[in-house]
């Protein structure tokens, strides 16, 4: 089975622009889990999509913001960067089967950095 | 906002020793999880211990928690060079939630 995908790799942004990054999970997965990682903060939750709804979010601006596809692809949008915004963006995908304590799974990640 | 912390923040041992690092949490959990990161790459999930368990094992690795003290320890045995790597712990809260909360880590530097 192929691993979490992320694209881009690699992204660079001036302030004030938006961006879309994208996460396609392991076949099978339906729940897919975004978090941002700073030096500054450290690992931090975003968001959660399952089912193609938003089950958990995180401590964020709105400008943070995602969605889920049929196929449970998933992507997440910053708008109006800034440039804390500049960190490395994860996303972590899982069966979130019921009864079960589900092993999550993360992509490589997209670097992101604002200029 | 963190969980919680991990100590030490840096840890360098000789090949071959044994390393240990600690991660304290603030809230009562579900499950706790290490995971292995290699220079700002993905994370690797390592083990996963329950809130109802005290000990687990895999291959070189052994996990304790203590609820009680809302703390645990990973422990690598004979380590080896490819095991440089930032360690976090990262806690579940509730069953059935898929919601991940990170200490702050270890960052393990291996000398061959």
């Known amino acids: 089975k192929a691993g979490v995908t992320q694209t881009p790799r690699y992204l660079i942004k001036t302030r004030g622009q938006q961006v879309t990054l994208s996460c396609s999970p392991i076949?099978?997965?339906?729940?897919v889990s975004w978090y941002q990682q700073t030096p500054g903060q450290g690992l931090q939750f975003l968001f959660e999509y399952f089912s193609e709804t938003q089950r958990n979010k995180g401590n964020f601006p709105g400008r943070f913001s995602g969605r889920q596809f049929s196929n449970s692809r998933s992507e997440m949008n910053v708008s109006t960067l800034e440039l804390g915004d500049s960190a490395l963006y994860l996303c972590a995908s899982s069966l979130r089967s019921r009864g079960g304590t589900n092993n999550q799974f993360f992509g490589p990640g997209t670097r992101l950095t604002v200029l | 906002s963190q969980q919680g912390e991990e100590d030490p923040q840096a840890l360098s041992i000789q090949e071959g020793e044994n390393a240990t690092m600690n991660c304290s949490y603030k809230?009562?959990?579900?499950?706790l999880q290490w995971y292995r990161q290699n220079s700002g790459r993905g994370l690797v999930h390592l083990i996963l211990?329950?809130?109802?368990?005290r000990e687990k094992h895999s291959g070189r690795l052994r996990v304790t928690l203590d609820t009680s003290k809302k703390s645990s320890s990973l422990l690598i045995t004979a380590s080896r060079a490819a095991d440089t790597a930032s360690y976090f712990c990262a806690t579940v809260r509730n069953f059935g939630n898929e919601k991940l909360t990170f200490g702050t880590g270890t960052r393990l530097t291996i000398i061959p």
């Open positions: 076949s099978g997965h339906r729940s």
């Open positions: 809230t009562s959990i579900n499950n």
């Open positions: 211990i329950r809130s109802n368990e």
